[in-house]
Nanobody
Framework: QVQPVESGGGLVQAGGSLRLSCVVS????????MGWYRQTPGNDERDLVA????????NKSDVARGRFTISRDNAKNTLTLQMNNLKPEDTAVYYC?????????WGQGTQVTVST
């Protein structure tokens, strides 16, 4: 099964920005809704942060609205999450996957750590 490859995480101070990227191999990327999920420390589940449909419509969770921008490039099978004004509570491992999850396995994720 296809496994997305996430990158772009790191350590940043509160108020800073990071840009996450995800590449998904194969031919079905452009046909499915994609989203960024995150798993915060001590949480067993991954929460959906933002979604972009195959034709571009975007949905965001409350934590993402006003701070995060999701985008996709179907020609490059790439999903991006621009995160601004980061807060310590945004500390998590971030994953990309389809919405709902199905065609792809979970990748390794990328760690985002926001310090005070």
């Amino acid at each position: 099964q296809v496994q997305p490859v996430e990158s772009g995480g790191g350590l940043v101070q509160a108020g800073g920005s990071l840009r996450l990227s995800c590449v998904v191999s194969g031919s079905i990327f452009s046909d499915v809704a994609m989203g960024w999920y995150r798993q915060t420390p001590g949480n067993d589940e991954r929460d959906l942060v933002a979604t972009v449909l195959s034709y571009g419509t975007i949905n965001k969770s409350d934590v993402a609205r006003g701070r995060f921008t999701i985008s996709r490039d179907n020609a490059k099978n790439t999903l991006t999450l621009q995160m601004n004004n980061l807060k310590p509570e945004d500390t998590a491992v971030y994953y990309c996957n389809s919405v709902p999850v199905g065609p792809f396995e979970w990748g390794q994720g990328t760690q985002v750590t926001v310090s005070t």
